[in-house]
Nanobody, 118 residues
């Protein structure tokens, strides 16, 4: 069984920065890709950013130029550096992993709240 554990959420003023982390733990797995989705109150869960273990990165248009996703292979961890935060970035951020065990499987973290408000 694989678990994804997020950390780093919190409250910040508009224009501020936060960094989210997500670590995959377990045994007998390889990671194909990991990324972040977010869900605002009363809204659907939307894609934010993704990084493959071949170093390809993808971003939602709404965060391009402000957010950066990186990974640390040695720790099975990804990071989301969020700069120039806006009130519309307020949401619960969920870590997602496409994990290879006996077959490709989607895993989700428990979510971490990010609030951008003055």
């Amino acid at each position: 069984q694989v678990q994804l554990v997020e950390s780093g959420g919190g409250s910040v003023q508009p224009g501020g920065s936060l960094r989210l982390s997500c670590t995959a733990s377990g045994s007998g797995f390889n990671i194909a890709a990991m990324g972040w989705f977010r869900q605002g109150s009363g809204k659907q869960r939307d894609f934010v950013a993704r990084i493959s273990w071949h170093d390809r990165t993808d971003y939602a248009d709404s965060v391009k130029g402000r957010f950066t996703i990186t990974r640390d292979d040695t720790k099975n961890t990804i990071y989301l550096q969020m700069n120039s935060l806006k009130p519309e970035d307020t949401a619960v951020y969920y870590c997602h992993g496409l994990i290879l065990t006996t077959q490709p499987t989607n895993y989700w973290g428990q979510g971490t709240q990010v609030t951008v408000s003055s």
